[in-house]
């Protein structure tokens, strides 16, 4: 037995060109006009949501990103060790 999945409805008027055009694109693909759109429209939502995200975490992050840039913490002997590793693998003097 599956679970039965709860629908909604979106109804848009577009212009003939447009929907000319929507029903060719998901011709070419192979799919219905309903699967293109909703296939587009989800990808188009995806990808807003994730940029405001960025934006948003960047903007919360700002000032303790400044401040390590202003006053970067002392490297502790693992990055010393590290970098002299490096060093001495490019024979970087």
Do not use: W, Y
Request: proline share 4%; net charge positive.
């Amino acid at each position: 037995m599956t679970a039965a999945t709860s629908t909604a409805r979106l109804e848009a008027r577009i212009s003939t060109d447009l929907h000319s055009m929507l029903k060719r694109a998901a011709e070419i693909q192979g799919r219905t006009m309903t699967d293109f759109v909703v296939s587009a429209v989800q990808d188009a939502a995806q990808r807003t949501i994730e940029q405001a995200d960025i934006v948003r975490l960047s903007l919360s992050d700002q000032e303790c990103f400044a401040q390590a840039l202003l006053a970067p913490p002392l490297p502790v002997p693992a990055l010393e060790r590290a970098f002299a590793r490096r060093n001495k693998l490019l024979r970087v003097e």
